[in-house]
């Protein structure tokens, strides 16, 4: 049991690792799309948009593996 618990505790943490290197990525998506740039088209514009909102949509499904794995965890330790 112990040996599970270690292991779910391993996935959190690297599930918030992931977590937040796709948020560092959506921001930087999001920054390159509000910063003014004179070569930059429509279709890039859309692009870097679509970019950040998928990396948002994927943070927020870690976030919420993470939640899981922590109410597995404490399942498992009562």
Not at 44 to 72: D, E, W
Request: aromatic content about 12%; some cysteine.
């Amino acid at each position: 049991m112990k040996n599970n618990a270690e292991f779910i505790k391993k996935k959190i943490a690297d599930y918030q690792r992931f977590g937040f290197i796709l948020l560092a990525v959506s921001t930087f998506f999001y920054i390159g799309l509000v910063l003014p740039v004179e070569d930059k088209n429509f279709v890039q514009s859309i692009t870097l948009g679509i970019a950040s909102t998928t990396c948002l949509g994927f943070t927020a499904l870690m976030y919420n593996v993470v939640r899981k794995c922590k109410t597995q965890l404490q399942e498992l330790s009562e």
